[in-house]
């Protein structure tokens, strides 16, 4: 372990090789068994209010029952997460020839969104958890296994994949200084 800013970072978010392989996989993290759904930081409770109105349309009527009952959102400050549909998929998973995705990423990527999806989701297998700081680690799930075998494949590591959304909730200057750590 090593501390980036007021971060404390696992060894493995450095060494592991990891590229999504989202058509062996189906999406499974979207679909996690559990009953609570993504991790959300307080701020983006309105940005999912925001967002409802454009994927509302990508969403099944189970899904869409699910977030009137349940609400967009469930917790509360500091313990916020998307909503699960049974014990299974986050209510605001679309299916796609048997692919679970993310119906804000797909709005974003269409231009109907200016938030891309939760930044949990966006840094996933990497997992950020608060104890006074934060604690970076990465959770390897078995339903990974085909991301784990394209990033030995194609030489990619978890830190470089994950470049974008590390950047994203950490800003530029702290994944510059994690990177020159990894390199030690």
Same mark, same amino acid.
């Given at each position: 372990?090593?501390?980036?800013?007021?971060?404390?970072?696992?060894?493995?978010?450095?060494? +592991?090789?990891? &590229?999504?392989? +989202?058509?062996?996989? #189906?999406?499974?993290? &979207?679909?996690?068994?559990? =009953?609570?759904?993504?991790?959300?930081? @307080?701020?983006?409770?309105?940005?999912?209010?925001?967002?409802?109105?454009?994927?509302?349309? $990508?969403?099944?009527?189970?899904?869409?029952?699910?977030?009137?009952? #349940?609400?967009?959102?469930?917790?509360?400050?500091?313990?916020?997460?998307?909503?699960? +549909?049974?014990?299974?998929?986050?209510? $605001? +998973?679309?299916?796609?020839?048997?692919?679970?995705?993310? *119906?804000?990423?797909?709005?974003?990527?269409?231009?109907? *969104?200016?938030?891309? #999806?939760?930044?949990?989701?966006?840094?996933?297998?990497?997992?950020?958890?608060?104890? =006074?700081?934060?604690?970076?680690? $990465?959770?390897?799930?078995?339903?990974?296994?085909?991301?784990?075998?394209?990033?030995?494949?194609?030489?990619?590591?978890?830190? @470089?994949?994950?470049?974008?959304?590390?950047?994203?909730?950490?800003?530029?200057?702290? $994944?510059? *200084?994690?990177?020159?750590?990894?390199? #030690?």
């Amino acid at each position: 372990m090593f501390i980036v800013g007021l971060a404390v970072v696992e060894d493995e978010v450095c060494d +592991v090789s990891f &590229c999504c392989d +989202v058509g062996a996989c #189906k999406g499974a993290c &979207c679909c996690l068994e559990g =009953g609570r759904g993504a991790p959300l930081e @307080d701020s983006e409770v309105q940005e999912i209010q925001a967002a409802f109105p454009a994927v509302r349309g $990508y969403l099944n009527e189970i899904s869409l029952l699910t977030l009137e009952a #349940k609400g967009l959102v469930e917790g509360g400050p500091g313990d916020h997460t998307t909503p699960c +549909v049974g014990n299974r998929e986050c209510a $605001y +998973v679309y299916f796609d020839g048997g692919v679970a995705r993310c *119906s804000f990423e797909r709005a974003f990527l269409e231009g109907r *969104s200016r938030w891309r #999806k939760p930044v949990s989701c966006h840094l996933f297998p990497i997992r950020v958890r608060r104890f =006074g700081g934060d604690f970076v680690r $990465y959770e390897e799930i078995e339903e990974c296994a085909p991301g784990r075998a394209k990033g030995e494949l194609e030489q990619v590591r978890l830190r @470089d994949f994950l470049e974008e959304p590390l950047v994203r909730r950490f800003g530029r200057g702290w $994944y510059e *200084s994690f990177l020159g750590e990894c390199r #030690k």
